[in-house]
């Protein structure tokens, strides 16, 4: 969602704070603004729309200082504008940006009414710049007065305030909201991600929760939530620039997609030898905690969701244990039954998910036999706060709809079904079997991409639809769903996916000769099930598309049918081929539709609110 970059420099920090924005374009924004502090004072532009919209902006009127903090916004409290945007400021002389949700703004607001304040935005964040500034006139200085204010919050948040009664310095503070430090030769910085900054700088300190955060173009100090100074690691990352680059691509996502078999391969090396998987690979300790568990809970959201439902036919059909998907928005507010040693599962690709992060917090207390992260990024908050950890290596991923994250969490899971198979007794032929199949896998994914021409001459065919149909079943039905999520996600048009064997209970009743429906045909026990079900289908006219590998596509395509043929595949990665041409039919659809494909309108790549 939302993106802080700030700087206090030894030269003009705008360039920095454009460069900055740009690069974290991708989490999703609706308006964009900067702040910096001047030999006049304090100085703000701000833009509805995109960053390129407030660099023309500061172009035509240019502001310039060693001091600036910028953000882009994704709205929640108050709609898109001008005066919404951040940095949101007091009495214009002070200024914050801020991530995450006040939830007691309401109150505060009325409190700060009453002690002389006017609000000139609707946003949740003016009550903390309001209440820094209280602070500080009452006396406090800048560090003390921001560690007073967020004492009173309730909520998530990452803030970066500066004020022109202390020029040479920025307040930072994180709770529930992802907020790091960036080292430079010519300068300090603060940002929400790492790719704002790689430019700049290589070093980075993440800060930990409840930290507050003082910055100067020389150094930095931490301090916990109680005000103690604290040490906290400095990291090199292993980002490089090139890899946030489009290149040749069109869009961050057709270059996404395409570097699947690569991300693949990097998700799988290291892991595997010999026909097994290597030892050690989840972290000190899993060897115990996965021979323990009796049972599973993944929790996740959005295509993360989709894949831990694939996951549990996976763990179920080798470990022969129980498991149980949750959605992660639901399973914080409610009270789980945890029988005894269950393994607690985490997938989310940013690792700051905030409906994930609060369910793997709750989960500390609830009495799981360990907690399990897979994540794609290594210094994010759930990698921090999980003992076990497999890392996805999928590499940054830009575009909002997730595709080389997705199949790369697939491949992990898998590795993780296999592993529990192992301590649990599975057959060792059927494991050594899944391995291969692994090994197999990212020939296979290139081998699926060659579909790329064919799909485009597809995608023509959903130019004037409005609604489409997604069937599938057993792991496939997951694979279904994620294709509908892809295609409503970057083309808008209505998408949803139904279990085959589900038909005749509701969906049928919208197949007509205008329908189209997408079958992800399996190759195991219930392909004579889903050929039945597509002559339901049939029977009423509707378009059918069927995707199915080679061994068993002509056996399920009949007459008008679009028969969209796979390489043949092992039943346990199937799943993870059949997504490739899925991603790719969307993205036609989505550019014949003339949709912004990397950032679909409404949506954010990292959610770090509820």
Not at 82 to 98: Q, T
Not at 165 to 193: C, H, N, Y
Not at 194 to 200: D, E, F, H, N, T
Request: aromatic residues 4%; charged residues 25%.
């Amino acid at each position: 969602m939302c993106g802080i970059v700030a700087a206090v420099a030894t030269a003009n920090v705008v360039p920095t704070l454009i460069e900055g924005l740009e690069a974290l374009e991708y989490r999703g924004y609706d308006s964009a603004g900067l702040a910096l502090l001047t030999g006049r004072g304090l100085a703000r532009r701000r833009a509805r729309g995109k960053v390129r919209d407030l660099a023309a902006l500061n172009a035509a009127d240019p502001i310039a200082g060693t001091t600036g903090i910028a953000h882009t916004r994704w709205a929640t409290h108050g709609v898109p504008s001008e005066r919404n945007a951040h940095p949101i400021a007091s009495r214009e002389r002070l200024a914050v940006v801020h991530n995450g949700i006040i939830e007691n703004h309401a109150a505060l607001r009325e409190e700060l009414g009453r002690h002389g304040y006017e609000f000139a935005s609707e946003t949740d964040t003016e009550v903390i710049a309001h209440l820094v500034d209280h602070h500080m006139s009452l006396g406090a200085d800048l560090l003390e007065a921001v560690r007073r204010a967020i004492h009173r919050l309730e909520g998530a948040y990452a803030i970066a305030v500066v004020s022109v009664a202390e020029p040479d310095r920025i307040v930072g503070a994180r709770l529930g909201s992802p907020l790091l430090v960036g080292l430079g030769e010519d300068g300090t910085f603060l940002a929400s991600d790492a790719q704002a900054l790689i430019r700049r700088t290589r070093r980075f300190v993440h800060l930990d929760e409840g930290d507050l955060v003082e910055i100067r173009r020389d150094g930095v100090r931490v301090y916990d939530r109680d005000g103690h100074p604290v040490e906290r690691a400095v990291k090199v990352s292993t980002l490089s620039a090139d890899a946030v680059q489009r290149g040749e691509y069109r869009h961050y996502m057709r270059k996404e997609i395409h570097e699947q078999p690569v991300a693949i391969a990097d998700t799988l090396e290291g892991r595997m030898a010999g026909g097994r998987l290597l030892p050690g690979i989840f972290g000190p300790g899993a060897e115990a905690a996965l021979a323990a568990a009796r049972g599973v809970h993944l929790v996740a959201c959005g295509s993360s969701h989709h894949a831990a439902m694939v996951a549990k036919y996976w763990i179920e059909q080798l470990a022969r244990i129980p498991v149980s998907v949750e959605i992660a928005s639901e399973f914080r507010y409610r009270e789980p039954v945890v029988p005894a040693d269950t393994l607690f599962v985490s997938i989310s690709q940013s690792g700051e998910t905030a409906d994930t992060l609060a369910a793997l917090r709750m989960a500390k207390g609830a009495g799981y036999r360990a907690r399990l992260a897979i994540c794609n990024v290594p210094e994010s908050s759930l990698v921090r706060e999980s003992e076990l950890v497999l890392m996805t290596r999928a590499g940054p991923e830009i575009g909002v709809a997730s595709t080389k994250a997705f199949v790369t969490q697939l491949a992990a899971l898998l590795m993780l079904a296999l592993e529990l198979g192992r301590q649990h007794g599975a057959d060792p032929a059927r494991l050594a079997d899944g391995v291969h199949q692994l090994e197999t896998l990212p020939g296979l994914v290139a081998e699926a991409l060659r579909l790329d021409a064919d799909l485009e001459r597809l995608a023509a065919r959903f130019a004037d639809k409005q609604h489409a149909l997604f069937l599938g079943r057993g792991t496939q039905f997951p694979i279904a769903m994620e294709g509908a999520l892809k295609l409503k996600e970057i083309s808008y048009i209505h998408a949803e996916a139904y279990p085959a064997g589900e038909l005749k209970h509701g969906p049928l009743a919208l197949v007509d000769r205008e329908m189209p429906v997408i079958a992800v045909a399996p190759n195991d026990r219930l392909l004579e099930k889903l050929k039945s079900n597509l002559e339901e289908v049939r029977a009423r006219g509707g378009q059918m598309i069927v995707f199915a590998d080679a061994a068993v596509g002509r056996h399920v395509a009949r007459g008008d049918d679009t028969l969209v043929e796979l390489p043949e595949t092992g039943d346990l990665v199937a799943p993870i081929v059949h997504t490739v041409p899925l991603q790719l039919l969307a993205y036609h659809v989505a550019v014949l539709k003339g949709t912004d494909v990397d950032q679909p309108r409404n949506l954010a790549k990292s959610v770090t609110v509820e």
